[in-house]
């Protein structure tokens, strides 16, 4: 079974960073697309960013130029670095690993709150 822990979320004030991780049990991470999603009271989630098993990835336009999402393959861990933050950005975040052969894996989700 893969599981997945993500930590980094907290409290900061509009205009700060935080740096998100999600820490992978298994062997699947290296071979599978990892992707950040949110969701805010009474809103739908979204898809924040991903990045593929070669390194390609892709941005949400709200975040792009503000967000980066990373991985070291080597500590199956996954990143994503988050700047100059605003208070819409205010959401549960939580990791997903997928592969065509993988299934697909959640995180239990980390909380970001961002102050005005």
């Known amino acids: 079974q893969v599981q997945l822990v993500e930590s980094g979320g907290g409290l900061v004030q509009a205009g700060g960073s935080l740096r998100l991780s999600c820490a992978a049990s298994g062997s699947i991470f290296s071979i599978s697309t990892m992707t950040w999603y949110r969701q805010a009271p009474g809103k739908q989630r979204e898809l924040v960013a991903a990045?593929?098993?070669?390194?390609?990835?892709n941005y949400a336009d709200s975040v792009k130029g503000r967000f980066a999402i990373s991985r070291d393959n080597a500590k199956n861990t996954g990143y994503l670095q988050m700047n100059s933050l605003k208070p819409e950005d205010t959401a549960v975040y939580t990791c997903?690993?997928?592969?065509?052969?993988?299934?697909?894996?959640w995180g239990q989700g980390t909380q970001v709150t961002v102050s005005s």
């Open positions: 990045i593929t098993s070669g390194g390609s990835t």
């Open positions: 997903n690993l997928r592969g065509s052969y993988t299934g697909s894996y």
